[in-house]
């Protein structure tokens, strides 16, 4: 794949009027549409359904494909299995030149999309046509589809009416949607009839009898199929189910995540070759046996179903509901992600499909918000999937250098961070601050305060003031609790971290404070080196092993998340690490909830007074990652002298991300931008949050903005009302 420059493609989407209105009114309206598919149905117990029938089938995955294969061999279909695309190209032209092939008619086939198809037909004097509205709109413009499901989501009526004039040679007026729909069914009617070869997809195809289905909305599909003598099938391996019954399974889901319907106006199922009329070449009609062939394409396929990890992705269903939510898609679109699938997802599949190395660049895309894994059908847990790919590029070609040696000798280096960095940062920011923040700085970094100001480094850090509030601990406490405070609570937000001490000091908490610590180790587990982060890990659990804490307490979601679960998984084959990383990972809490907890055992956590407004933005981490969001609410809602007013997309990412929020701005501003907007229109005076990073983005686009508009970390709320 050539060089590509990223930042410079994603700007240029970014300043597309037109895919921008598009993608956020699709983005807004979709939850709720899908919501409303889904009405008096478990969505949890279909996914479930779901997940589990698609995991059974791709641990059977080769009996399964031998099963459809002998299926459809007793019905009269040929079948062959190609490695690569370059095969399945191979084996179509044989096709077209045994059968005298001159036109074909294509519906919608990501497979085929996946391996340039089109291009073998016309660079062998073969006319092919796209038959799907938006994918023969695409073709005619020479794009990529941005979407799996609506793949000229990014174009609006005039651009549409524009490319159907290149294919009539007439203006065609863009407001006149019904005229332009009608045109294309004029002109592709044409096609129909003309076509030698019918070339489809599948939804699926089913083991025990060969029958493949296809779900579509446009009735091209059935053309496609019925009306050329020749029928070709491109199916993927993780098409295959064992039995018709499991396509029930698919089919509650596959509508109402992609197109928020409760089903499509079209359902096909197709079991082998039929009887077709049709004219040969002397202008008689006659009535034949159709030609049905299916192709089974591997390309990566049969290597990931192997793999206990990757396997995983062979639960997609093709809905693209990630794509749907996911705050970085809605804003870019499909195309920066650099193959033909986009998205997280996309990620994933061009990684398995291509290798990681094509991968490697657009996943830095994937914030991890995991608003895709709490929507997809197949319950595919993707940023997880992404993490392993990173994790396996990085084994193999190594971590960027400047990556690890800053993470080696700055955040995983406590006494370098505090004694250097700390000290010239605090003085160094001095001239440019207000307040709390740096609103603008000089020359090369002016950048860095574009849309959002920063957060002063802390002149006092938490660990310097930690022998002063250790004279404060109880006498006779319930619990001993150490606190993990991370590299922002103890650098940046240290008065936070001392409120967190406050409030548990409060519940006669005996807290500690290892100084041993280091960071969580996120940032470097993030780029996918997971030697250095087993190194920070061992270096954490060592620290709070010797003050021998009976709770291990962190005000940070990403931290809490990474300690808790991710620890145990990169010990899992370590028996001497395994048993020590369980003992630590069974006593690490999220502040909020421990104290929701300790509050109502009190009798604390009862409706108090209102007054203030205020709101609360759910963290990634802490929402999706830790199931946490009701506490939050529950404190804020005890806490006498303010009232809870809920923001729109309250869950939704603020676009910061760790590194990712320094790393593309450009995207993360927009982000910014939207939450910010959705705070003002609140009314309320404070923002409340449950997560240093999150403070760092709000705050600093609050106070960008000169909004008036305070953001406290909750810990920061509960201790003004002590």
């Given at each position: 794949?050539?060089?590509?420059?990223?930042?410079k493609?994603?700007?240029?989407?970014?300043?597309?009027?037109?895919m921008?209105?598009?993608?956020?009114?699709?983005?807004?309206?979709?939850p709720?549409?899908?919501?409303?598919a889904?009405?008096?149905?478990?969505i949890?117990?279909?996914?479930?359904?779901?997940r589990?029938?698609?995991?059974?089938a791709v641990?059977?995955?080769?009996?399964?494909?031998d099963?459809?294969?002998?299926?459809?061999?007793?019905?009269?279909t040929?079948?062959?299995?190609?490695?690569?695309?370059?095969?399945?190209?191979?084996?179509?032209?044989?096709?077209?030149?045994e059968?005298?092939?001159?036109?074909?008619?294509k519906?919608?086939?990501?497979a085929?999309?996946?391996?340039?198809?089109?291009?073998c037909?016309?660079?062998?004097?073969?006319?092919?046509?796209?038959?799907?509205?938006?994918e023969?709109?695409?073709?005619l413009?020479?794009q990529?589809?941005?979407?799996?499901v609506m793949?000229?989501?990014?174009?609006?009526?005039?651009?549409?009416?524009?490319?159907f004039?290149?294919e009539v040679?007439?203006?065609?007026?863009?407001?006149?949607?019904?005229?332009?729909?009608?045109?294309?069914?004029?002109?592709l009617?044409?096609?129909?009839?003309?076509?030698?070869?019918?070339?489809?997809g599948?939804?699926?195809?089913?083991?025990e009898?060969?029958?493949?289905g296809?779900v579509t909305?446009?009735?091209?599909?059935?053309?496609v199929t019925?009306?050329p003598r020749i029928?070709?099938?491109?199916i993927?391996y993780?098409?295959?189910?064992?039995?018709t019954?499991?396509?029930?399974s698919?089919?509650?889901l596959?509508?109402?995540?992609g197109t928020?319907?409760?089903?499509t106006?079209?359902?096909t199922?197709?079991?082998?070759?039929?009887?077709?009329?049709?004219?040969?070449?002397?202008?008689?009609?006659?009535?034949?046996?159709r030609?049905?062939y299916?192709?089974?394409?591997?390309?990566?396929?049969?290597?990931?179903a192997?793999?206990?990890?990757?396997?995983?992705?062979?639960?997609?269903v093709?809905?693209a509901?990630?794509l749907?939510?996911?705050?970085?898609w809605?804003?870019?679109g499909?195309h920066?992600?650099g193959?033909?699938?986009?998205?997280?997802?996309?990620?994933?599949?061009?990684?398995l499909?291509?290798?990681?190395e094509?991968?490697h660049e657009?996943?830095?895309?994937?914030?991890?918000?995991?608003?895709?894994?709490?929507i997809?059908?197949?319950k595919?847990p993707i940023?997880?999937?992404i993490?392993?790919?990173?994790?396996?590029?990085?084994?193999?070609?190594g971590?960027?250098g400047?990556?690890?040696?800053?993470?080696?000798?700055?955040?995983?280096?406590?006494?370098?961070?505090?004694?250097?960095l700390?000290?010239?940062?605090?003085?160094g920011s001095?001239?440019?601050?207000?307040g709390k923040?740096?609103?603008?700085l000089?020359?090369?970094?002016?950048e860095?305060?574009?849309?959002?100001?920063?957060?002063?480094?802390?002149?006092?850090?938490?660990?310097?003031?930690?022998?002063?509030?250790?004279k404060k601990n109880?006498?006779?406490?319930k619990k001993?609790?150490?606190?993990?405070?991370?590299?922002?609570?103890?650098?940046?937000?240290?008065?936070t971290?001392?409120?967190?001490?406050?409030?548990?000091?409060?519940?006669?908490?005996?807290?500690?404070?290892p100084?041993?610590?280091?960071?969580?180790g996120k940032?470097?587990?993030?780029?996918?080196?997971?030697?250095?982060?087993k190194e920070?890990?061992k270096?954490?659990?060592?620290a709070?092993?010797k003050?021998?804490?009976?709770?291990?307490?962190?005000?940070?979601?990403?931290?809490?998340?990474?300690l808790h679960?991710?620890?145990?998984?990169?010990?899992?084959n370590?028996?001497e690490?395994?048993?020590?990383?369980a003992?630590f990972?069974?006593?690490?809490?999220?502040?909020?909830?421990?104290?929701?907890?300790?509050?109502?055992k009190?009798?604390?956590?009862?409706?108090?007074k209102?007054?203030?407004?205020v709101?609360f933005h759910?963290s990634?981490?802490?929402?999706?990652?830790?199931?946490?969001?009701?506490?939050?609410?529950?404190?804020?809602?005890?806490?006498?002298?303010?009232e809870l007013?809920?923001?729109?997309n309250?869950?939704k990412?603020?676009?910061?991300?760790?590194?990712f929020?320094m790393?593309?701005?450009?995207?993360?501003?927009p982000?910014?931008?939207?939450?910010?907007?959705?705070?003002?229109?609140?009314g309320?005076?404070?923002?409340?949050v449950?997560?240093p990073a999150?403070m760092?983005?709000?705050?600093?686009?609050l106070?960008?903005?000169?909004?008036?508009?305070?953001?406290?970390?909750?810990?920061d709320?509960?201790?003004?009302?002590?």
């Open positions: 794949m050539a060089e590509r420059n990223l930042k493609e994603i700007q240029e989407k970014l300043q597309d009027d037109i921008q209105s598009a993608l956020s009114k699709f983005a807004e309206q979709y709720g549409s899908r919501l409303n889904y009405k008096d149905q478990d949890e117990e279909l996914r479930e359904n779901l589990q029938m698609k995991h059974d641990q059977h995955i080769d009996e399964l494909a099963e459809f294969q002998a299926s459809l061999e007793k019905r009269g040929k079948v062959f299995r190609a490695k690569d695309g370059d095969e399945v190209k191979k084996i179509l032209i044989d096709i077209c030149k059968n005298n092939v001159k036109r074909v008619v519906s919608k086939s990501m085929s999309e996946e391996i340039h198809m089109n291009e037909f016309t660079d062998n004097g073969i006319r092919v046509k796209e038959t799907d509205l938006g023969w709109m695409i073709a413009a020479g990529r589809p941005s979407h799996m793949p000229a989501i990014h174009l609006n009526r005039y651009q549409c009416a524009k490319m004039e290149k040679d007439h203006e065609v007026p863009g407001e006149d949607i019904p005229n332009m729909i009608q045109l294309a069914r004029k002109t009617r044409q096609e129909f009839l003309h076509a030698d070869m019918g070339v489809t599948a939804n699926f195809g089913i083991a009898n060969g029958a493949i296809l909305n446009e009735g091209n599909a059935r053309l019925t009306l029928h070709v099938v491109l993927g993780e098409k295959l189910i064992p039995k019954e499991d396509a029930a698919i089919l509650r596959l509508p109402r995540n928020c319907q409760r089903m106006s079209y359902m199922m197709v079991d082998g070759p039929t009887k077709v009329i049709y004219k040969d070449e002397n202008g008689r009609h006659v009535e034949t046996d030609k049905q299916v192709i089974l394409l591997d390309n990566g396929r049969l290597e990931a192997k793999d206990p990890v990757l396997q995983q992705a062979f639960q997609c093709r809905c509901s990630c749907n939510v996911c705050p970085i809605t804003l870019v499909g920066v992600y193959h033909i699938y986009s998205g997280g997802i996309g990620a994933i599949l061009t990684g499909f291509h290798g990681v094509t991968s657009f996943s830095d895309l994937c914030i991890g918000c995991r608003k895709c894994a709490s997809c059908p197949g595919i940023p997880d999937l993490d392993e790919l990173r994790a396996r590029y990085v084994k193999k070609y971590a960027p400047m990556d690890k040696t800053m993470f080696n000798m700055v955040l995983n280096d406590r006494g370098m961070f505090h004694k250097l700390l000290k010239a940062g605090s003085i001095a001239p440019f601050k207000k923040f740096i609103r603008h000089p020359l090369f970094m002016e860095l305060t574009k849309g959002r100001s920063l957060p002063t480094i802390a002149e006092e850090s938490f660990r310097d003031r930690v022998e002063r509030l250790s109880p006498s006779k406490p001993r609790v150490a606190y993990f405070s991370g590299c922002n609570m103890d650098f940046v937000f240290a008065d971290s001392e409120n967190v001490v406050k409030v548990l000091q409060s519940l006669d908490m005996e807290v500690v404070y100084m041993e610590q280091a960071c969580c940032p470097i587990l993030g780029i996918g080196d997971r030697e250095a982060g920070t890990a270096k954490n659990i060592a709070f092993e003050v021998q804490p009976d709770v291990i307490i962190s005000a940070c979601p990403t931290c809490t998340e990474t679960e991710t620890y145990m998984k990169l010990f899992e370590d028996p690490w395994k048993a020590r990383a003992a990972c069974s006593k690490v809490r999220e502040f909020s909830s421990f104290v929701a907890e300790e509050y109502k009190t009798g604390r956590l009862v409706h108090a209102g007054g203030e407004k709101t759910d990634c981490h802490m929402k999706r990652g830790l199931g946490i969001y009701e506490e939050p609410r529950a404190l804020i809602d005890a806490t006498p002298g303010v007013v809920e923001m729109h309250c869950d990412c603020c676009g910061m991300a760790g590194s929020g790393k593309y701005q450009e995207v993360s501003i982000m910014l931008n939207e939450k910010v907007k959705n705070i003002q229109d609140t309320a005076t404070t923002a409340v449950a997560c999150c760092m983005q709000i705050g600093g686009g106070d960008k903005a000169e909004t008036g508009i305070d953001t406290k970390h909750i810990a709320l509960l201790a003004e009302k002590l």
